[in-house]
Nanobody
Framework: QVQLVESGGGLVRAGGSLSLSCAAS????????MGWFRRAPGKEREFVAA????????SYADSVKDRFTISRDNIKNTVYLQMNSLQSEDTAAYYC?????????????????WGLGTQVTVSS
């Protein structure tokens, strides 16, 4: 089992940047596929980005492609989400998630473990 703790959220102006981190506990971080999701007020949780175990395969939602970058450090047991050119529509609680199986990167139900989230607010 893995425990996930997100950090790095905050308030930023439109056009600005934020970097989120997700620290994982446990000795087997490199065996998990990792994802970032977000939930805006009044909306369902949605996929943002995912990365495979080795860090050489990534996937993004169309809404964040070319603005967000997911990466991981298997030595530090941490996954990152660099967010650039932030827009008001990016305002949401951001969640880190981990799963043991490869398919269905974009499905909430495919992930086994979740963090508690970190709030990102983009002011226009």
């Amino acid at each position: 089992q893995v425990q996930l703790v997100e950090s790095g959220g905050g308030l930023v102006r439109a056009g600005g940047s934020l970097s989120l981190s997700c620290a994982a506990s446990g000795p087997t971080f490199s065996s998990y596929y990792m994802g970032w999701f977000r939930r805006a007020p009044g909306k369902e949780r949605e996929f943002v980005a995912a990365i495979n175990r080795g860090g050489d395969g990534v996937s993004y939602a169309d809404s964040v492609k070319d603005r967000f970058t997911i990466s991981r450090d298997n030595i530090k047991n941490t996954v990152y989400l660099q967010m650039n050119s932030l827009q008001s529509e990016d305002t949401a609680a951001y969640y880190c998630a981990a799963k043991t199986q490869a398919p269905n990167y974009g499905l909430v139900s495919a992930y086994d473990f979740w963090g508690l989230g970190t709030q990102v607010t983009v002011s226009s």
